[in-house]
């Protein structure tokens, strides 16, 4: 069954799962202490500590490792944020940030700080002007990822990071989901990443913090990992994950250039095999192994399902597949169509084939739900009404969507429809599909029960 989720799981790389099974004889003991056992223990994590760093590029003795990459996250930015508490308590992120960055600024806000969400374009991608501008004075930290998880996107790290050192900021990069494609660039200040993101066990995170950096560990004091990562280090994991990112550095320009080809014969393929789909992320900037595509008129928590049973693994971004049936944060920031939105992020050593055999059974998959969802299959012919209302109220996504498409219609061009909706969805979905289709949107009103979504026929 091919596994098409690497940006949420990569599965286990062999190195890892060899280095593991050695580093267990040898480094269950405290590498803290000073008899035989402890000093072999000590040795194999100086040596996986050395290993991590030169795949980030840092010292040694800048890099931790955690428990994980969202612990990463936080410790990295509660610790620069009170290293540098005398500066400020203000926080710049971008809208597109990983929910660990943008659950920590939630937290640093409701504790009386501020915080700044930087937008982003069509792509995903921040603009290093519009970033520039959000740092003020008082900031503390800034957080701008390397590439989105959902999309693909590459950020452009180097440029923010050139307009936070002018402005003195320190800036923290998670580097969860481009580590294993090489360093991140530019003068960062602070980067998190996570293992099995890459092809390592899952429960290990890594934190670097440049020399100079204020940074100041909260919670209780320990020994261990200069103090930014209490506990007991799980040093086989640790060994692992170093030694994985060792291997996937070494095969990562042969496999990005191969798995690039395959992304952009999805990108290529899936519109000319699928009506109504929006590729999403940047075409050009992103990731070697992820393309997110979304498909009007498609419960996306059905195409998952139905994609699972023809024996494919995929995830997204809908809104109908979570549970608070909100828009994905990053869809939403993007201003995008969130409707039946599937990503594929193909891990390493993913055959042509089986990537053939995926865009042979999609179109198949995709006209199955929009048939049970009684989506349109052809415009519908002239009418006379000047204005038509569809009423959605208590209706999920993408019914709205597809109620707005066979109500358009009955209204002649000029003419308008209005659609009642209490479904968060529809906010981002009704304009995305005005954009999709050449209609336009006319904007939204409080009504009852709901909101009112007016839409103008154009052609």
């Known amino acids: 069954m091919p596994y098409f989720d690497a940006a949420s799981s990569a599965p286990l790389h062999p190195v890892a799962r060899q ?3 050695a580093s267990l004889d040898e480094g269950w003991a405290d590498p803290a202490r ?10 194999l994590l100086d040596a996986a500590r050395e290993a991590a760093a030169e795949a980030v590029g840092c010292r040694p003795d800048e890099l931790s490792f955690t428990s994980s990459g969202t612990r990463a996250v936080h410790s990295g930015i509660y610790g620069s944020l009170s290293g540098r508490r005398r500066v400020g308590r203000h926080l710049a992120v971008s809208a597109v940030e990983h929910s660990s960055v943008l659950h920590s600024a939630a937290s640093h806000e409701a504790g009386g700080g501020a915080v700044t969400e930087v937008a982003v374009d069509r792509t995903g991608r921040v603009s290093p002007d519009a970033y520039a501008a959000a740092l003020r004075p008082d900031t503390a930290l800034a957080c701008l990822q390397s590439a989105n998880h959902e999309v693909g996107t590459l950020q452009p790290v180097a440029e923010v990071a050139e307009a936070c050192r002018a402005a003195g900021v320190p800036l923290l990069v998670d580097a969860a989901q481009s580590l294993a494609w090489g360093p991140v660039e530019g003068a960062w200040s602070i980067l998190a ?9 899952a429960g290990v995170g890594l934190l670097a913090v440049r020399k100079g950096v204020r940074f100041a560990p909260q919670g209780p004091a320990d020994e261990r990992e200069s103090g930014r990562a209490a506990g007991f280090e799980n040093i086989p994991a640790i060994v692992a994950a170093a030694a994985s990112l060792r291997a996937v550095r070494a095969e990562a320009e042969a496999e990005s250039a191969r798995l690039r080809g395959l992304v952009e014969r999805i990108r290529t393929r899936v519109v000319e095999l699928v009506p109504d789909v929006e590729v999403v992320g940047d075409p050009v900037r992103r990731l070697p192994h992820l393309v997110t595509f979304s498909c009007l008129y498609v419960d996306g928590e059905t195409l998952l399902h139905e994609l699972d049973r023809a024996e494919f693994s995929v995830s997204s971004g809908s809104s109908c597949t979570s549970s608070t049936l909100t828009p994905s944060h990053v869809l939403r920031a993007m201003g995008v169509l969130s409707e039946g939105n599937v990503r ?4 390493l050593g993913t055959a042509a084939e089986e990537v053939e055999r995926f865009l042979d059974v ?8 929009r048939t049970k969802l009684g989506a349109p299959v052809a415009a519908a012919g002239p009418a006379d009404a000047e204005e038509f209302v569809v009423d959605s109220l ?11 498409a066979k109500a358009i219609g009955n209204v002649p061009v000029g003419g308008v429809v209005t659609v009642l909706a209490d479904d968060e969805a529809a906010r981002l979905d009704i304009p995305a599909w005005c954009e999709m289709r050449g209609q336009e949107y006319l904007g939204e009103h409080p009504a009852e029960g709901g909101t009112a979504y007016r839409v103008r026929r154009v052609s």
């Open 362 to 369: 999609l179109p198949g998959v995709v006209a199955s739900v």
């Open 34 to 43: 000073l008899y035989r056992e402890g000093r072999r223990a000590r040795l």
């Open 394 to 404: 208590g209706r999920l996504c993408p019914i709205p969507v597809i109620e707005l």
């Open 19 to 21: 280095a593991l099974q």
């Open 193 to 201: 990443a996570s293992a099995h993101k890459w092809g390592g066990p």
């Open 344 to 347: 594929v992020s193909l891990p």
